[in-house]
């Protein structure tokens, strides 16, 4: 006997950086030496700071529920930040909601200002996750692709021309995963001129804020007056603290959708774990070293990297401003045996043992994401590899 499944998980894809892991995790077990570069994960340890306020928790006994919103003091921390670092004005302790994860904060907010049908806008290139959330929410995702001709932004027009009555949020990623490209605050400014005159939600997504390469500030969207009460702004530990396991995200709402978003988490995972929060506590107040210190890491790989996809031919790429990707152009590679990037990676991880995201997880086909959370060794062979397979399907055209 069979039943009929739910329509808006069995329409969703699986996470693509997941399955890839996966298979990549699986070669490793059979000893096959591959390398993976398709995980958003930092390869640093989590600051000694937030380990030892874990294990004091532990040894104190902090084991028990917590408040469903998150503790009181992690919350009045994460608002401090939000109203420095971000010049949230508008932040307090109430209007902050500790998640299970930056991914849960986002899962919050649509459960909480989705009704069946609404449509939201998001930029392509994205990350993998969005559109799958949006429709596991009831909602409809709308993409505006934004290519490397314009940098991967969308511009005020496209942003225009999309934007409808059933528009109910607009998610915005910057710095961006996959591309790593950021918006400037002038170009923030332009998009705001339109947003002010549509009456719907921005989430913000800035989990990648503090891994930036100085060539472009960092700039809030929830920062901006004439958006007032409309945007969510999304953040973490998982990036820039190296916390990923951990599992602590912060969301910032409007007080009305923060309640809401607090319903959903009470009935499904209740709060982050208690020993988590303390850890994200201990690192939010005292590791702002430890973050500078795996920053100036990236920017070593960020420089090495670039040199390297130098060296090969027929691709072509942005430098990115923030985060630890680079999203390759590699069109004029493609042929009609290897006719998509997806059958370019499946090549590079059967062949060439070296797993890398396709773009076609983040809307746009033609391009790969390689992730340079990974020590030096370990991106001079990947990127060895990487020039072996573009070099040998070039051969075959």
């Not at 392509?124 to 949006?134: K, L, Q, R």
């Not at 591309?179 to 719907?200: A, D, F, H, P, W």
């Not at 409007?254 to 959903?264: D, G, H, L, N, R």
């Amino acid at each position: 006997m069979s039943f009929e499944l739910s329509n808006r998980v069995t329409s969703s894809i699986e996470s693509q950086t997941l399955i890839i892991s996966n298979r990549a995790k699986a070669m490793k077990q059979r000893g096959i030496d591959v390398i993976s570069l398709s995980m958003g994960e930092p390869d640093f340890n989590t600051p000694e700071c937030a380990k030892r306020a874990a294990i004091e928790a532990i040894e104190n006994n902090f084991t028990h529920y917590t408040d469903s919103n998150g503790i009181y003091e992690l919350r009045a921390a994460v608002s401090e930040k939000f109203r420095r670092e971000n010049n949230i004005s508008t932040s307090t302790p109430e209007t902050v909601l500790i998640t299970t994860g930056a991914k849960q904060a986002i899962m919050n907010v649509l459960g909480a200002i989705l009704n069946e049908g609404d449509e939201v806008i998001i930029p392509s290139p994205y990350w993998v996750s969005y559109p799958a959330m949006v429709t596991m929410s009831g909602g409809i995702p709308v993409i505006i692709n934004a290519g490397f001709e314009q940098g991967f932004k969308i511009s005020p027009q496209q942003l225009s021309e999309t934007l409808t009555p059933k528009t109910k949020c607009v998610i915005l990623n910057s710095p961006n995963n996959p591309s790593g490209v950021m918006y400037t605050r002038e170009e923030l400014v332009e998009l705001v001129k339109i947003l002010e005159n549509y009456q719907c939600y921005i989430l913000s997504d800035e989990i990648y804020e503090k891994i930036i390469y100085g060539d472009i500030e960092h700039c809030s969207i929830g920062s901006f007056p004439q958006l007032a009460g409309r945007v969510l702004t999304v953040n973490g530990v998982s990036k820039a603290y190296a916390m990923t396991g951990w599992r602590v995200g912060f969301l910032q709402a409007p007080i009305e959708v923060m309640i809401q978003a607090s319903k959903v988490q009470g009935q499904t995972t209740s709060h982050p774990s208690s020993i988590a929060q303390i850890a994200s506590l201990s690192a939010v107040l005292d590791a702002a070293e430890d973050v500078e210190k795996m920053r100036l890491s990236f920017v070593r790989r960020r420089e090495l990297i670039c040199s390297l996809l130098d060296e090969i031919p027929s691709i072509r790429y942005i430098k990115p401003n923030g985060a630890f990707y680079v999203f390759i152009d590699i069109s004029a590679v493609l042929n009609q045996e290897i006719n998509s990037s997806s059958a370019f990676c499946e090549l590079l991880l059967e062949k060439y043992h070296l797993a890398l995201v396709p773009g076609e997880a983040f809307g746009i086909n033609g391009f790969v994401r390689i992730s340079f959370a990974a020590g030096e060794d370990i991106l001079y062979k990947a990127l060895d590899r990487f020039k072996k397979g573009i070099i040998d399907t070039l051969g075959t055209k």
